[in-house]
């Protein structure tokens, strides 16, 4: 059972355009929500994060939004750059601090970011 | 940031062999390390927390005496894939949290384990 889903398995972007990265849960217990960036041969890389009790954060060209009630977030990358392309995952947790670590994560999705 | 090192990156083995996958943390003490799983086209699966100093905790589903994961010190935990079978071809992964946060849970490069 996926509990985490990245529906795009990739997504093309025009530098300088706007990346919009999706993600759907189906357990309403997550409360936390992260996403990670991965580079090839390397481990992914924490981006940013959102608690449940927000509908937005934003860290400079970067920004999550979480609608609750659609159990949907998206991360929004403005503007898009070619060293953002890598593979995105989307990453849920429960229970706060008490779950660190456990986290259950989407398939991940590619961004390419042409020049 | 910090540094998580995993080893190997690669390994091939003949089905019945075990193979050691080695985490280290290289600047920090990590009390608590995680290993994940990643099945082609599939998305990382917690498979075990590995404590320092005690037994690791295993999600449902993962047999433990089938991995084994040893974190004999605070910069380092082991996962060994006992009588492995094509099957256990996979993507490892392990993490390890500073200050106990998501936020500062860094990853390994991860290990592509083929079992012929």
């Known amino acids: 059972d996926q509990q985490v889903k990245q529906n795009s398995p990739s997504l093309s972007v025009q530098e300088g355009r706007i990346s919009i990265l999706n993600c759907d849960y189906t357990?309403?217990?997550?409360?936390?929500f992260l996403w990670y960036k991965k580079y090839p041969a390397e481990g992914p890389t924490f981006l940013i994060s959102?608690?449940?009790?927000?509908d937005k954060n934003e860290d400079g060209r970067f920004t999550v939004f979480l609608n609750k009630s659609a159990k949907h977030l998206s991360l929004h990358i403005v503007p898009s750059q070619p060293g953002d392309s890598a593979v995105y995952f989307c990453?849920?947790?429960?229970?706060?601090?008490?779950?660190?670590?456990?986290?259950?994560f989407g398939q991940g999705t590619i961004l390419t970011v042409h020049p | 940031g910090a540094v998580v090192s995993q080893h190997p990156s690669r390994v091939i083995c003949k089905s019945g062999t075990s193979v050691k996958i080695e985490c280290r943390s290289l600047d920090f003490q990590a009390t608590t390390m995680f290993w994940y799983r990643q099945f082609p086209k599939q998305s990382l699966m917690l498979m075990a927390t590995s404590n320092e100093g005690s037994k690791a905790t295993y999600e449902q589903g993962v047999e433990k005496d089938k991995f084994l994961i040893n974190h004999a010190s605070l910069t380092l935990s082991t996962l060994t894939v006992t009588s492995a079978h094509p099957e256990d071809s996979s993507f490892y992964i392990c993490?390890?949290?500073?200050?106990?946060?998501?936020?500062?849970?860094?990853f390994g490069s991860g290990t592509q384990l083929s079992v012929l």
């Open positions: 993490s390890a949290s500073l200050w106990g946060s998501n936020e500062k849970l860094f």
């Open positions: 959102i608690s449940s009790i927000k």
């Open positions: 990453a849920a947790s429960r229970g706060g601090g008490t779950s660190y670590g456990k986290l259950t």
């Open positions: 357990n309403s217990m997550f409360d936390y």
